[in-house]
């Protein structure tokens, strides 16, 4: 199983990271449990940590049942995979 988009093992790497974490970005759509929640989780024991959330769904259910604040820091998924896009390019 490959590690991208796991939050459980983010996790795991953020508590042992002996380094500060001054970001968090994260998608809203995870396996196993949604952005918001994987934020939440994360700062139990990073207390602090900004969050910058993504995803291409922007009416996910998370923004209709009103579980993602009004003030966030959200970025269209798009814009990410094009800027992806551009720096793989040789």
Do not use: C
Request: charged content about 20%; hydrophobic content about 40%; overall charge negative.
């Amino acid at each position: 199983m490959s590690n991208e988009g796991n939050p459980a093992r983010a996790l795991e790497i953020a508590r042992h990271l002996s380094g500060p974490i001054d970001v968090l970005v994260t998608d809203m759509v995870l396996p196993g449990m949604n952005g918001p929640a994987l934020a939440q989780k994360f700062n139990e024991f990073r207390p602090g940590t900004r969050v910058l959330f993504m995803s291409g769904y922007t009416e996910s259910e998370e923004f209709e049942n009103g579980q993602v604040p009004a003030k966030i820091a959200f970025l269209q998924k798009a814009l990410t995979d094009k800027v992806s896009e551009l720096l793989q390019r040789s």
